[in-house]
């Protein structure tokens, strides 16, 4: 009997990939605009190679970008950098298609809900309360703020835990294969692969550990209530929903 549903945030309850392209190409665009003696393929290939070497959370992206195109430090260019990303964030920050819809059809259902998220907390937090989706949920569990990242089975265990209940009792809904559909199952937890954004050609190896794969939210509470409705786990089959 399904009682939880857990969900990966990025590119499966917040559009993140699309969002994150535009913020960047913005960022670059604002710091031309303002001086930056460089043009704007150049420095965007450039902040694009200090993300993928520092990571997306690392606070001085534009700092170092200056750094990496050869110029002197100019807080100017730094703070339209700064501007533009996150003027694009907060105009453009949206959820998934269906996302809300979905989550009221599963809150109507009895479902308790709850996040199981990579990255940095505040910056997790800040997209949940941006688009008002904090009462959907009675847990966030961010990986940064737990000190342990999916795919490790501790991350899982302790989300059960916060909801006690045991894992065939709960279905995690995510795009990544690995870190989400992978780390869920090896816990003994139901899975449903939403194949959406950038990531949904890659780590198919990992595809066998999917339950269900979908490409449309509201097809997730028709697979929780056939799960609910006769207690067995899913058989790594299609489920349609109508549009």
Do not use: C
């Not at 694009?48 to 200056?66: A, K, M, T």
């Not at 199952?185 to 550990?209: A, N």
């Amino acid at each position: 009997m399904i009682k939880v549903v857990l969900f990966d945030l990025d590119d499966t309850l917040v559009d993140t990939t699309k969002l994150a392209e535009r913020a960047r190409r913005n960022a670059i665009e604002n710091m031309v605009k303002h001086g930056l003696p460089v043009d704007f393929e150049t420095a965007y290939n450039g902040l694009l190679d200090l993300i993928n070497e520092y990571g997306s959370n690392f606070p001085h992206h534009f700092d170092y970008l200056l750094r990496r195109l050869d110029l002197k430090y100019n807080p100017k260019w730094v703070a339209a950098g700064v501007i533009g990303y996150h003027n694009t964030k907060f105009t453009q920050l949206k959820d998934v298609r269906h996302a809300r819809k979905m989550l009221i059809q599963l809150s109507s259902m009895g479902l308790r809900l709850g996040i199981v998220t990579d990255g940095n907390p505040i910056k997790q937090w800040e997209k949940i309360l941006r688009l008002e989706l904090e009462d959907f949920f009675e847990h966030v569990i961010i990986s940064d703020f737990e000190g342990v990242k999916k795919p490790h089975p501790k991350i899982y265990q302790k989300a059960l835990k916060l909801f006690g209940v045991e894992p065939e009792d709960a279905v995690m809904v995510g795009d990544r294969l690995y870190s989400d559909i992978y780390g869920a199952k090896k816990v003994g937890m139901h899975t449903i692969w939403f194949r959406y954004g950038r990531r949904r050609s890659e780590e198919l190896e990992y595809r066998r550990y999917a339950d269900f794969e979908i490409e449309d939210l509201l097809e997730v509470p028709k697979i929780i209530e056939k799960l609910g409705g006769k207690g067995e786990e899913g058989s790594n089959k299609e489920v349609h929903a109508d549009r």
